[in-house]
């Protein structure tokens, strides 16, 4: 990138505003939208929002950490920025499209670009047959939920659940259950990033179920589509020395 013209966004929080200000009185700063590059102050709850906020743009994201865990943002500095841009790795990102019916005959879609979950909203589990490329896998999980986990996302939700952390570029989805009560020992699954897969909810007016792409809710869901999307791609920026593929190997070997 031989001119690079850098917006700054961030959450608002008064670590993230104080990042920001001393962003800008070091570099030239200009709105997103004529910019080459995106940088965001905040956590990982932030770089969702900015990811979903400029989707559509098509220009990399490169974050910095004013927030809490910041698993998917770099160290914050003032110094090199330029440059840091300049020589990042690029890993590119492909969300999952959320296609959702209700038990009222609404319809929504949405993107995800960690996990579509489905959890259960009452006291009692929920019923969810699983129907992967069209083939019934599951003709009934009873449970807390089931998710669906890009690699991006396998650290997150999915590994709470006990789901498993794929490595960035394996083309893989992890298939997970949220407190499985039948079958009990079941674990979930890894499937391949091109498979459309179905859930389908029993018993929903007695057992209703929220359907939820990142922070984009359904209530009463019936029926849930869950597939990759080809049609958009993100790309995140990461310093050489902390990128994002180091940090899910490294991930697997925490104690």
């Known amino acids: 990138m031989s001119k690079q013209h850098i ?19 070091r570099y030239t700063l200009v709105p997103p939208e004529q910019s080459d590059v995106i940088v965001a102050l905040g ?27 910041g698993f998917l943002m770099n160290a914050y500095s003032t110094e090199n920025l330029l440059d840091r841009i300049s020589t ?11 296609r959702a019916r209700g038990a009222d005959g609404e ?28 083939k019934v896998r599951m003709e009934q999980l009873i449970a807390d939920g089931v998710m669906i986990a890009t690699p991006a996302g396998s650290t997150a939700y999915n590994l709470s659940a006990h789901g498993p952390i794929i490595p ?23 499937l391949s990033n091109a498979a459309k897969v179905v859930f389908e909810v029993q018993e929903y007016e007695k057992r ?10 359904m209530r009463n869901a019936v029926s849930v589509e ?7 791609e993100l790309t995140l920026l990461y310093d050489a020395d902390h990128n994002l593929e180091e940090r899910i190997i490294s991930e697997q070997f925490q104690a």
């Open 7 to 25: 917006a700054c966004v961030h959450s608002g929080s008064e670590n993230a505003l104080q990042g920001y200000e001393a962003l800008a009185e």
């Open 168 to 190: 960035m570029g394996s083309d893989l989805l992890a298939l997970t259950p949220i407190s499985a009560f039948r079958p009990r020992r079941w674990r979930g699954a890894l």
């Open 107 to 134: 319809t929504m879609e949405a993107l995800a670009i960690n996990e579509v979950a489905l959890t259960r909203d009452s006291a009692q589990a929920a019923k969810i047959r699983i129907i992967i490329d069209g």
């Open 208 to 217: 209703p179920v929220l359907a939820v792409a990142d922070s984009v809710e």
């Open 43 to 69: 956590g990982d709850g932030f770089m969702l929002h900015t990811l979903h906020r400029f989707m559509d743009r098509g220009i990399p994201v490169y974050g910095m950490n004013r927030g809490s865990v």
């Open 88 to 98: 990042a790795q690029a890993i590119v990102l492909h969300p999952l499209q959320m």
């Open 226 to 232: 869950v597939q990759e999307s080809r049609e958009h």
